[in-house]
Structure formats: structure tokens, C-alpha cells
């Protein structure tokens, strides 16, 4: 099946340090969802984007729908341990009826304490 | 409010087996959609199920199928089982309809290893 294109693959970072994490596609996406997964556990929604352009924030997260609706960007700031996951971006293909989404590979987010 | 359970949590099955996984949706949630998740990748799309119809199906074979119920609870049944099908199976509910329907909220998964 197709997937969106996601990187980087993985990451080490420093704890307090930002994070920038991407997400593009050959295709139009109509919406956008940036999910976090711990091991054995489903992946848990932080945010979700509905028109090109849009930035949205929850608390040190923002994410960003890109203007060509291909693309979308993750922001996080300062990270702490907690932090560490599994990020996936997530988008609904135009057009269809069924609200089914297609999911990046996601980054392996590692902080170092 | 009770967020999207699934059981059961773990499941070992042999090759040619049929194995049913149920989900439970969040309350007030009337859409449910299954993922498969293999090792090292993202989820993938299996179908979904609207008001106890199917809502659209993603790229597998027939050998998978499914139900909704009147109380928006899902089952997943896959018969023929293959070594390929071990995975992790998520269940998704969204609300459907109204407010953001495109927000789905995962359980935590169904780990099913096929021998």
C-alpha cells in the first residue's frame, strides 16, 4: 500500500534540544495527523490539521500543513525523556469516502538524558 | 469516558488457523477502522465500518473480514492464516458524522504471531 514519505528515519538528541520532523507525498491530502507510538502500545493522536497552511500548536508540539497539501512538518520544543517514541504522520487521500489513512514509516525519536 | 479497548492482547496461532480479534469503540463513536502494523512500519489501512457497513476497504485479500455491531464494537476475522499476517492489529474509532470525523483514536492492539 502506499505511504507517505517520512524522515528522518531516526534520531538522537540531546534532552532540551528542538526536534524537526517531516512528512511528504506524491498525493493531495485533505488532512493531516501527527501521531506518537510507544512500544506495544497503540500510537496515541497529538495533532491533526485540516486546511493547507494551518499551524497548530499543543503545548511544546506544532505542527504545520504545507500550502501544496503534500507536505507537513513537527515541531518539537526543548524535549524531554518522555519524549521518546515513535512519531507517524498520517493523511486522508482526496478524494475518498472512507476516512482511511495512509501512514508514514514515522521517526524514532532517542533522547539522552 | 472509555477510550477504544481491544482483545485479546496477545494471540499465537498456526498457519491455516482463523482468528477473530474484537474491538470496542470509544463512546459516542460510531466509525471503527482496522490497521495491521508489521514490524518496523507504519500502520496500514484494512477497511472500516460506518453505521454496521463497510466503509471502504484497503489493498488485502478476502480472507479478511469483518463486522459491527449495533453497539459499534468490531470483530476482525482472518481465516487461512499466513506466517505474513503476524502483526499487530489496531482498531481505530472515530465519531463519524459530526464534529472531526477524520480524528481516529487508536487501542492499544491485538499482537498476533502466526506459526
Known amino acids: 500500500g502506499q505511504q507517505l514519505n517520512q524522515s528522518p528515519q531516526s534520531m538522537f538528541i540531546q534532552e532540551g534540544e528542538d526536534v524537526s520532523m517531516n512528512c511528504t507525498s506524491s498525493s493531495i491530502f485533505n488532512t493531516w495527523l501527527w501521531y506518537k507510538q510507544d512500544p506495544g502500545e497503540g500510537p496515541v493522536l497529538l495533532i491533526a490539521l485540516y486546511k493547507a497552511g494551518e499551524l497548530t500548536s499543543n503545548g511544546r508540539l506544532t505542527a504545520q500543513f504545507g500550502i501544496t497539501r503534500k507536505d507537513s512538518f513537527l515541531n518539537i520544543s526543548a524535549s524531554i525523556p518522555s519524549d521518546v517514541g515513535i512519531y507517524f504522520c498520517?493523511?486522508?487521500?482526496?478524494?475518498?469516502?472512507?476516512?482511511?489513512?495512509?501512514f508514514g514509516k514515522g521517526t524514532k525519536l532517542s533522547v539522552i538524558p | 469516558e472509555t477510550g477504544v479497548t481491544q482483545s485479546p492482547t496477545h494471540l499465537i496461532k498456526t498457519r491455516g488457523q482463523q482468528v477473530t480479534l474484537r474491538c470496542s469503540s470509544q463512546s459516542g463513536h460510531n466509525t471503527v477502522s482496522w490497521y495491521q502494523q508489521a514490524l518496523g512500519q507504519g500502520p496500514q489501512f484494512i477497511f472500516q465500518y460506518y453505521r454496521e457497513e463497510e466503509n471502504g476497504r484497503g489493498n488485502f485479500p478476502p480472507r479478511f473480514s469483518g463486522l459491527q455491531f449495533p453497539n459499534y464494537s468490531s470483530e476482525l476475522n482472518v481465516n487461512a492464516l499466513e506466517l505474513d499476517d503476524s502483526a499487530l492489529y489496531l482498531c481505530?474509532?472515530?465519531?463519524?458524522?459530526?464534529?472531526?470525523?477524520?480524528?481516529?483514536?487508536f487501542g492499544p492492539g491485538t499482537r498476533l504471531t502466526v506459526l
Open positions: 498520517a493523511g486522508q487521500l482526496l478524494p475518498t469516502g472512507s476516512y482511511q489513512l495512509t
Open positions: 481505530a474509532s472515530s465519531p463519524g458524522g459530526q464534529g472531526k470525523i477524520w480524528e481516529q483514536f
